[in-house]
């Protein structure tokens, strides 16, 4: 580095700031400097303590029970059963949803639902900020809602069964995202037109990146309300609504 | 993506003319995340002639004339006012000071789009040539320090950037046209109009020439002597470079503001009418009849000499009105809000009002800094309006704390109800979240007040129309425009607003 001048260490440094990669980090022989590669375990070991983390105990009371947003669970019964068969994180069981019927209201416009997906510290960091202000939006909108559905070991394609038995016109599945070397906390809102177990990838509407450093949830949450109004005026989300013009 | 004309239009002391450019906006967010605008392509589509400025006899800018000659060249380039959306004329230098630059002004408007900025003032006019020449870009790209120096006929405007972002802007209040020259006379000149500039240079001590001639008798000079008078204004130009004291006498000039940021630059670009001579050696120093050729040749021969690499653009006289075509318009964040009805709207002042975060949650502190800000800026209730600016909000976006401060803006602006449209304007990208509070905060204070059974004038109060935009460079300037709406995509999800900042200066004398 003492070979580097002032003013070309401050170029360096300028560029380097302008992207979370690692970049310029340095070296000492072929190997990066230690400081840059304990930087890298690190981050390495959050992403994966993300995909491992549980909504907390606190969390669901503080955020689920003290709403009296249902908690459910998906045909999953723990992390590691999730992470090793995804397809199992998509699904509720009957009896669940049947149960889901008699405490929800059914027929709304737009039915939330929040799940863990692949970092439930996304949604615990994000969720208290995001969900409040899709909630106010939609009722200062006349937009009907059915009370928040809060999935553990939940992914995508969970909200379309819960809506689907809700009667919903529309679900936004606020899941934690597959978490990155730069960012753990992503979380990412999914938008299905009338959802069904029969939804497919292209269905959906995504506004990903929702965390510190990328949209700010709340700037989110006001966007995703003026999505909604645009999806529920042309019926349509997805690939499909892209397309319109 | 969308894409409109822009108009530049520069009427200065010595030229006038005007480009035509075509603005690009598109979505440039990666696919699946929350939209962003951005100006993706900038081509000029016409350039006019550069015309002397028509004056009157008694000196002043003659209005119609420059707008009949504007208007020939839409008529020329096949542009109607109608098909330009956005766009700045510029009254640039001393010519701003001109007792009708107003007039000026109105008449162009006339001329001008949806949301072309009129204005005057070196802060813009020097930021705008930066832009023009393309000394910004290479500061940015080059992560460099350069100075751009726009040499007109009446002023110097100086923008300093340093990696791209602008550092300071300074005006030097004398140009090529501080003397006017009138054919050589037995290898004599005689001066037939000198500025207070050029006088006071004389009363500086470096005297080339004494005032000692009577009105009625012509003065007669000599090419040494104004050689004399340009390398005197030339090596206090240097002496401003290299922040010298010595320079301190160019302070003493009408129309000079120096700024104090500073940073000592890497590369000084020319640009300007003066610069033009640079350009062209082959060019005749007297084409103008004024001060411009020398002025232009001492200043490149005395930066060069102490050291300073000096650099001139393509087509430097064009800088300014480049700048202002294809430079002057922002676009926000494509996440804002706003009552579509109250746009566009034109000269907004912008106003700071608050430090920190923490005082926007002081309902009772919010209210009197309005208060107090719009007795400062517009104390004669003019405008229609007033923009304010907000700080970072960064350690208050949470829900929270933006609803209460949403809840302090909204009970403040029902309490100074003839602020309409209320506008806000938001550092980070947030606009979108605080106009929805904000409105929230409105309905509930009119549900209040319906339940309290206040009168139905008492009710409209809170129910006001609103802006609130992000993602802006306000450092352009202390007036605002917004423009209309333009959409991203078919569905008009994101939608971007097209924003001019810029300086208003009339008359001010120094």
Known sequence: MSSISKTKQDELEDFSSATPARVAVGRAGARPLTKAWLKFRVDHALARDAVCSELSEEFIQSFAAANSYPFLQSAVSTRDEFIQFPPRGKVVDKIVLEKLKTICSSGNDVQIVISDGLSAKAVEKNAVDLLPMIVDGLKMNDISQGTPVVVRFGRVAVGDQIAFALQARLVINLIGERPGLSSAEGLSAYLTYNPSPQTISSDRTVVSNIHERGTPAVEAGAYIVRLVKTILERRVSGVELQKLS | MTSFLSVG????????????????????????????????????????????????????????????????????????CEDIKVGAAIITGETALKRNAQEVIEKLSLLSGDLVAVSAGAHLEALLSSRGSGAAEASRQKRSTILNIDIGGGTMNLALHKNGALISTHCLGIGGRCVQLKGTNGGEFEVIAMTASAKAYFALGDCVFNEQTEDSKP?????????????????????????????????????????????????????????????DEKMNRFEFSDLGGLLGDALVAKLRSSGLDVKIPNQ???????????????????????????????????????????????????HSRLIAALARVDPEMRAATI??????????????????????????????????????????????????????AQADMERFALDSSSTASQKSAFTGALIVIDGIDTADGDFIDVGKPVSLDANEIARTLPVVLKTLVFGREH
């Open chain 2, 9 to 80: 239009i520069d009427v200065g002391t010595t030229s006038t003319h005007l480009t035509f450019s075509r603005l690009t906006i598109a979505n440039v967010a990666p696919a699946n995340q929350s939209p962003l605008a951005k100006i993706e392509k900038r081509e000029i589509v016409f350039q006019s002639q550069i015309h002397m400025t028509p004056l009157t006899a008694d000196g002043n800018i003659d209005a119609d004339a420059v707008y009949d000659l504007i208007a020939r060249e839409y008529e020329k380039a096949a542009i109607k």
């Open chain 2, 219 to 279: 003065l007669n000079v000599k090419l040494a002597d104004l050689m004399r008078l340009a390398d005197a204004i030339a090596s206090d130009v240097v002496c401003f470079i290299k922040q010298d004291p010595r320079a301190t006498a160019l302070q003493s000039l009408p129309l000079t503001s120096l700024e104090i940021d500073w940073a000592a630059p890497d590369e000084i670009w020319l640009s300007g009418g003066v610069a033009e001579f640079c350009a």
């Open chain 2, 316 to 366: 430097p006289i064009r800088a300014t009105v480049t700048g202002a075509g294809m430079f002057s318009m922002q676009v926000t964040g494509s996440t804002v809000d706003f009552d579509i009805n109250c746009l566009p709207i034109r000269n907004v002042p912008l106003v700071r009002p608050f430090q920190t975060s923490e005082e926007l949650l002081d309902r009772e502190l919010v």
């Open chain 2, 387 to 440: 923009a304010f600016e907000l700080p970072t909000l960064n350690s208050v976006n949470d829900y929270q704390s933006l609803k209460k401060i949403a809840a302090c803006l909204a009970s403040a602006a029902s309490r100074v109800a003839r602020l309409q449209p209320f506008i806000l304007i938001v550092r980070e990208d947030l606009g979108m979240a605080l106009g929805q509070l904000f409105r929230q």
